[in-house]
T-cell receptor, first 117, second 112 residues
Framework: NAGVMQNPRHLVRRRGQEARLRCSPM?????VYWYRQLPEEGLKFMVY????????ESGMPKERFSAEFPKEGPSILRIQQVVRGDSAAYFC???????????????FGPGTRLLVL | GQSLEQPSEVTAVEGAIVQINCTYQ??????LSWYQQHDGGAPTFLSY????GLEETGRFSSFLSRSDSYGYLLLQELQMKDSASYFC?????????????FGSGTQLTVLP
């Protein structure tokens, strides 16, 4: 059973360009989470999605960032008009359906390292 | 809001025992998780405590005291491969109650 998959693993963009990060959850998992990690820091929650629904985007910057989890295909985190401060590692996690919040374990992908020049 | 405190660095020798503490402040509390992360790698789930007490999984154990808002990760028989960052994380009542709030991590260095 493949784990959480993310691509690309490394992404370089120039200021003003768009970055698209993809995440395929573990097979059978319907909950997807995106976290951002700056160097020497812990992960910061960005957004929680289920299929075709954004459940909690309280950690998402109000501008330039968006996320989706379509009925078919991977979850996408999209960053428009990237700036140098967006350089970070972006991790996706997934968890299975049917678990209540307090019982749930989140399984993380290998991350996408975004570098904005 | 939610915040967690854990030491930034810990150093120990192979075969030793090390304890990484974590104190938290949170509006509501579901449980305390621990994750391991090697440089450039994905956070890997280690343990989860929802109730007070000690949970043991092989060489790793995790403890929680809800009344003290405190937990720790205990690593025994340290091996070189245990050198990594260790994060405590809580799930509280904010937002969807599914988001994890992470500490800043403890960098563990195991010396030969």
């Amino acid at each position: 059973n493949a784990g959480v998959m993310q691509n690309p693993r490394h992404l370089v963009r120039r200021r003003g360009q768009e970055a698209r990060l993809r995440c395929s959850p573990m097979k059978g998992h319907s909950h997807v989470y995106w976290y951002r990690q700056l160097p020497e820091e812990g992960l910061k929650f960005m957004v929680y999605l289920q299929k075709e629904n954004i459940i909690d985007e309280s950690g998402m910057p109000k501008e330039r960032f968006s996320a989706e989890f379509p009925k078919e295909g991977p979850s996408i985190l999209r960053i428009q008009q990237v700036v140098r401060g967006d350089s970070a590692a972006y991790f996706c996690a997934s968890s299975p359906p049917g678990t209540s919040g307090y019982q749930e374990t989140q399984y993380f992908g290998p991350g996408t390292r975004l570098l904005v020049l | 809001g939610q915040s967690l405190e854990q030491p930034s660095e810990v150093t120990a020798v192979e075969g030793a025992i090390v304890q990484i503490n974590c104190t938290y402040q949170t509006s509501g509390f579901y449980g305390l998780s621990w994750y391991q992360q090697h440089d450039g790698g994905a956070p890997t789930f280690l343990s989860y405590n929802a109730l007070d007490g000690l949970e043991e999984t092989g060489r790793f154990s995790s403890f929680l005291s809800r009344s003290d808002s405190y937990g720790y990760l205990l690593l025994q028989e340290l091996q070189m491969k245990d050198s990594a960052s260790y994060f405590c994380a809580v799930r509280g009542f904010s937002g969807s109650a599914r988001q994890l709030t992470f500490g800043s991590g403890t960098q563990l260095t195991v010396l030969p």
